[in-house]
């Protein structure tokens, strides 16, 4: 009996954390007890996008999507929408009309402004799955290059789309392409950058994750054009789903003669291995990627020589980002001026972002370039939650900088993100809204970047740690007036003198937020007031004596018994000197009598 | 494996797809509420089920839809061709699934003496 319902399972690891696996599991009891298991499949998928929401499931042919599936809902769903046709409606997002289930999840605004193409097959096939994913028009981007284009016609298409690194830094693609194939040397390597390392990124785990052999077709045809025969995917050991779903890929390639000698039977022989990286962010630089390959300790070298000439093992080296090459196939299919139709001018194309922060629908995104940052947050991701107001929005990670809520309309392209003083990056967006403390965040990334400083130049090393001795007396109220100006001063030299991009890149979320967000600083060192309340030294819990009802809710809370007071005698006091600032009484407190202070302790005279 | 070899596999492969897609021209729509079921509509969809996949229509989705008020013509199967009106068939049995199947969705023509509705 042929199949009627396809139940795409999310197993991307967000879902995978809110248990999937599980929801997969009644799932597949409930079809065997009603005896459907030839009507019904199941499917596990990459991730579909909105991680919040998970576990999410997919219906086919009606298009059907839940969120946030419990094992228990699994009878229902199968009784009900399965067997009798009616789709369980509190489970389904936003509970649209009837019109709109049958219609499917395009109908979801977060899906409906999107535009996937290096994701079109993540959410959508098993990345388990050869099968599905040449059913899906897979490797016949590789097949043609082999036997249709020639390397030449490859890379001058590439360079005609107007592809450009998706790591960040938007070099453009092709160019180094032709650069790594005008060397003459007989050994040469294709390499991908997995090496993820941002907080609040997940856009290459989720595209190995959901799609590997998107990347590995990408990296062949590469290959192909450039006259490599061997490659590597540097991926970090946190991401163990995508590494064992990446080599079971390469498997299947493998036994399907799609990769190792005589790709489809033709003379290009390729082989791919799989590195990973132990989780220094500095080994996404690109030399210190290629040491780390080599088996040296992930440190940077100066370039030139670049790795196009001297790279793995000193042998030119092509090396791009995991993005990158899942828009090489789709270059190749449909044409460089296809490509270049999508997206703005100058950057054309889509863009994959992980989504995070203070933003309703946090997920992954893939966006046509110039979408404006509104769009992303509002209409994407569905605005702030709890009614609260943006106050900036983070992208490049600790790289990049922070662009205020009046810049919401610029469209997301290279060069309009740069003059916010901000970058690309590789894709994370990371929202915030008015109960973040911008010093306070500035202070988050340096400390990260401090921390993965690899340690070879002193810029690096000891420049941000003085930058962040600095701003940590900032959100201490030790700030001292001259230090906004030493922190200029301190973030030139490291962004000048620095070796490489790591150091010349980590005062970007200082200098942004001095420049955007100037007054809070101010505030800090000469009030002494953090105005968004978050700087613990800076802070104090009070109780409203003519709110306060003395029900005695806040007292055992406390865990510094800074509390005191008799129940029914309002009322209650708060020793401020005692008071560590955790915030429970002011949570637990059912009139909202304790509220936050900041600033110059005011005195009735 | 040769270029042609994968685009055989591919040919067989896509049809592993075929539900994802969308892109359906005929879309059958079985009315399985609950007099619907007690009328014999899960036989009536098993039987659709069989014969689309015998005679390997990769362009028709079936599903399902609860019950719409019409019990004493249970079970109840929308036809819906893309471009055409929708036609209601009632009072269903497995051979007359298959005979819709035939001479609707392959032939083209409705079966008119089951037809109890036409649908703009």
Same mark, same amino acid.
């Given at each position: 009996m042929r199949r009627r319902i396809d139940v795409l399972v999310c197993s991307g690891a967000a879902c995978v954390s809110a248990q999937s696996a599980a929801v997969r599991a009644a799932l597949e009891r409930e079809i065997d007890a009603r005896n459907l298991h030839d009507e019904i499949r199941l499917v596990e998928t990459g991730c579909m996008g909105p991680c919040e929401l998970g576990p999410v499931l997919l219906v086919y042919p009606d298009g059907a999507f839940y969120i946030r599936v419990a094992?228990?809902?699994?009878?229902?769903?199968?009784?009900?929408?399965?067997?009798?046709?009616?789709?369980?409606?509190?489970?389904?997002?936003?509970?649209?009309?009837?019109?709109?289930?049958?219609?499917?999840?395009?109908?979801?605004?977060?899906?409906?402004?999107?535009?996937?193409?290096?994701?079109?097959?993540?959410?959508?096939?098993?990345?388990?799955?050869?099968?599905?994913?040449?059913?899906?028009?897979?490797?016949?981007?590789?097949?043609?290059?082999?036997?249709? *284009?020639?390397?030449?016609?490859l890379i001058e298409t590439i360079i005609a789309s107007g592809l450009r690194g998706r790591g960040g830094a938007g070099f453009p693609t092709g160019v180094k392409w032709r650069f790594v194939a005008q060397e003459s040397s007989p050994v040469k390597y294709v390499v991908c950058n997995a090496d993820e390392g941002d907080p609040g990124a997940f856009m290459d785990r989720s595209l190995l994750e959901g799609d590997p052999h998107t990347v590995i077709e990408g990296m062949q045809i590469a290959a192909y054009a450039v006259g490599a025969t061997h490659g590597y995917v540097y991926v970090r050991a946190e991401y163990p789903l995508a590494i064992k779903r990446l080599k079971h890929a390469l498997a299947q390639a493998r036994a399907s003669g799609l990769l190792g000698p005589n790709v489809l039977e033709t003379d290009f022989s390729f082989d791919i291995e799989v590195r990973i990286g132990a989780g220094a962010f500095v080994c996404g630089e690109e030399t210190a990627l290629i040491a780390s390959i080599e088996g040296e300790r992930g440190i940077p070298r100066t370039r030139p020589p670049y790795p196009s000439s001297s790279g793995v093992f000193g042998r030119p080296t092509l090396i791009n980002n995991a993005e990158t090459?899942?828009?090489?196939?789709?270059?190749?299919?449909?044409?460089?001026?296809?490509?270049?139709?999508?997206?703005? *001018?100058?950057?054309?194309?889509?863009?994959?972002?992980?989504?995070?922060?203070?933003?309703?629908?946090? %997920?992954?995104?893939?966006?046509?370039?110039?979408?404006?940052?509104?769009?992303?947050?509002?209409?994407?991701?569905?605005?702030?939650?709890?009614?609260?107001?943006?106050?900036?929005?983070?992208?490049?990670?600790?790289?990049?900088?922070?662009?205020?809520?009046?810049?919401?309309?610029?469209?997301?392209?290279?060069?309009?993100?740069?003059?916010?003083?901000?970058?690309?990056?590789?894709?994370?967006?990371?929202?915030?809204?008015?109960?973040?403390?911008?010093?306070?965040?500035?202070?988050?990334?340096?400390?990260?970047?401090?921390?993965?400083?690899? %340690?070879?130049?002193?810029?690096?090393?000891? %420049?941000?740690?003085?930058?962040?001795?600095?701003?940590?007396?900032?959100?201490?109220?030790?700030?001292?007036?001259?230090?906004?100006?030493?922190?200029?001063?301190?973030?030139?030299?490291?962004?000048?003198?620095?070796?490489?991009?790591?150091?010349?890149?980590?005062?970007?979320?200082?200098?942004?937020?001095?420049?955007?967000?100037?007054?809070?600083?101010?505030?800090?060192?000469?009030?002494?007031?953090?105005?968004?309340?978050?700087?613990?030294?800076?802070?104090?819990?009070?109780?409203?004596?003519?709110?306060?009802?003395?029900?005695?809710?806040?007292?055992?809370?406390?865990?510094?018994?800074?509390?005191?007071?008799?129940? %029914?005698?309002?009322?209650?006091?708060?020793?401020?000197?005692?008071?560590?600032?955790?915030?429970?009484?002011?949570?637990?407190?059912?009139?909202?009598?304790?509220?936050?202070?900041?600033?110059?302790?005011?005195?009735?005279? | 494996m040769k270029l042609e070899e994968l685009r055989q596999i591919r040919e067989r492969a896509s049809k592993e797809l075929t539900l994802r897609k969308g892109d359906a021209r005929v879309r059958v729509v079985i009315g399985m509420g609950t007099s619907g079921i007690a009328a014999g509509a899960r036989d009536v969809m098993a039987a659709f089920l069989d014969e689309i996949s015998t005679r390997n229509l990769t362009d028709v989705v079936l599903t399902q839809t609860g019950g719409r008020g019409l019990a004493s013509s249970e079970p109840v199967v929308e036809v819906h061709v893309e471009g055409e009106h929708t036609v209601v068939y009632g009072r269903m049995t497995a051979d007359r699934a298959r005979q819709v199947v035939v001479e609707h969705l392959v032939n083209g023509n409705a079966v008119s003496d089951l037809v109890i509705e036409v649908r703009e």
């Amino acid at each position: 009996m042929r199949r009627r319902i396809d139940v795409l399972v999310c197993s991307g690891a967000a879902c995978v954390s809110a248990q999937s696996a599980a929801v997969r599991a009644a799932l597949e009891r409930e079809i065997d007890a009603r005896n459907l298991h030839d009507e019904i499949r199941l499917v596990e998928t990459g991730c579909m996008g909105p991680c919040e929401l998970g576990p999410v499931l997919l219906v086919y042919p009606d298009g059907a999507f839940y969120i946030r599936v419990a094992p228990e809902d699994a009878g229902e769903i199968v009784e009900e929408h399965f067997l009798k046709g009616r789709p369980v409606r509190r489970l389904l997002w936003e509970s649209p009309d009837a019109r709109r289930i049958a219609e499917g999840k395009k109908q979801v605004p977060f899906f409906e402004k999107q535009h996937k193409t290096v994701l079109s097959n993540c959410g959508e096939i098993d990345p388990e799955s050869i099968e599905e994913y040449i059913a899906a028009g897979g490797y016949e981007a590789l097949g043609r290059a082999l036997t249709e *284009s020639g390397p030449q016609k490859l890379i001058e298409t590439i360079i005609a789309s107007g592809l450009r690194g998706r790591g960040g830094a938007g070099f453009p693609t092709g160019v180094k392409w032709r650069f790594v194939a005008q060397e003459s040397s007989p050994v040469k390597y294709v390499v991908c950058n997995a090496d993820e390392g941002d907080p609040g990124a997940f856009m290459d785990r989720s595209l190995l994750e959901g799609d590997p052999h998107t990347v590995i077709e990408g990296m062949q045809i590469a290959a192909y054009a450039v006259g490599a025969t061997h490659g590597y995917v540097y991926v970090r050991a946190e991401y163990p789903l995508a590494i064992k779903r990446l080599k079971h890929a390469l498997a299947q390639a493998r036994a399907s003669g799609l990769l190792g000698p005589n790709v489809l039977e033709t003379d290009f022989s390729f082989d791919i291995e799989v590195r990973i990286g132990a989780g220094a962010f500095v080994c996404g630089e690109e030399t210190a990627l290629i040491a780390s390959i080599e088996g040296e300790r992930g440190i940077p070298r100066t370039r030139p020589p670049y790795p196009s000439s001297s790279g793995v093992f000193g042998r030119p080296t092509l090396i791009n980002n995991a993005e990158t090459w899942g828009n090489i196939r789709h270059i190749v299919l449909n044409g460089a001026e296809w490509f270049s139709s999508i997206g703005t *001018s100058k950057s054309p194309g889509t863009k994959v972002f992980a989504l995070s922060g203070k933003v309703s629908n946090t %997920g992954l995104i893939e966006v046509p370039m110039g979408t404006t940052l509104r769009e992303l947050i509002y209409d994407i991701g569905g605005g702030i939650p709890d009614g609260k107001a943006l106050k900036a929005v983070q992208t490049g990670g600790p790289s990049g900088g922070c662009i205020p809520a009046e810049h919401l309309d610029t469209p997301i392209d290279y060069e309009s993100l740069q003059e916010l003083g901000a970058i690309m990056g590789s894709g994370g967006v990371i929202v915030m809204d008015e109960d973040n403390c911008m010093v306070n965040i500035a202070k988050y990334f340096l400390e990260f970047t401090c921390d993965e400083s690899c %340690g070879k130049c002193v810029p690096c090393r000891a %420049g941000t740690r003085q930058m962040l001795n600095i701003l940590d007396r900032i959100t201490k109220g030790e700030g001292r007036p001259s230090d906004i100006e030493r922190l200029h001063s301190l973030a030139e030299t490291v962004v000048e003198t620095s070796l490489c991009g790591l150091g010349r890149s980590a005062p970007n979320p200082v200098l942004s937020t001095l420049k955007h967000f100037g007054d809070e600083y101010r505030a800090h060192i000469e009030e002494h007031s953090c105005p968004a309340k978050v700087c613990t030294a800076l802070i104090r819990f009070v109780i409203d004596a003519e709110t306060c009802k003395a029900c005695d809710k806040c007292r055992p809370v406390c865990p510094v018994t800074a509390i005191s007071g008799t129940p %029914g005698t309002p009322p209650y006091r708060l020793d401020a000197e005692f008071c560590v600032r955790c915030g429970r009484c002011a949570e637990i407190c059912p009139f909202g009598a304790i509220h936050i202070e900041t600033g110059p302790v005011k005195r009735d005279i | 494996m040769k270029l042609e070899e994968l685009r055989q596999i591919r040919e067989r492969a896509s049809k592993e797809l075929t539900l994802r897609k969308g892109d359906a021209r005929v879309r059958v729509v079985i009315g399985m509420g609950t007099s619907g079921i007690a009328a014999g509509a899960r036989d009536v969809m098993a039987a659709f089920l069989d014969e689309i996949s015998t005679r390997n229509l990769t362009d028709v989705v079936l599903t399902q839809t609860g019950g719409r008020g019409l019990a004493s013509s249970e079970p109840v199967v929308e036809v819906h061709v893309e471009g055409e009106h929708t036609v209601v068939y009632g009072r269903m049995t497995a051979d007359r699934a298959r005979q819709v199947v035939v001479e609707h969705l392959v032939n083209g023509n409705a079966v008119s003496d089951l037809v109890i509705e036409v649908r703009e």
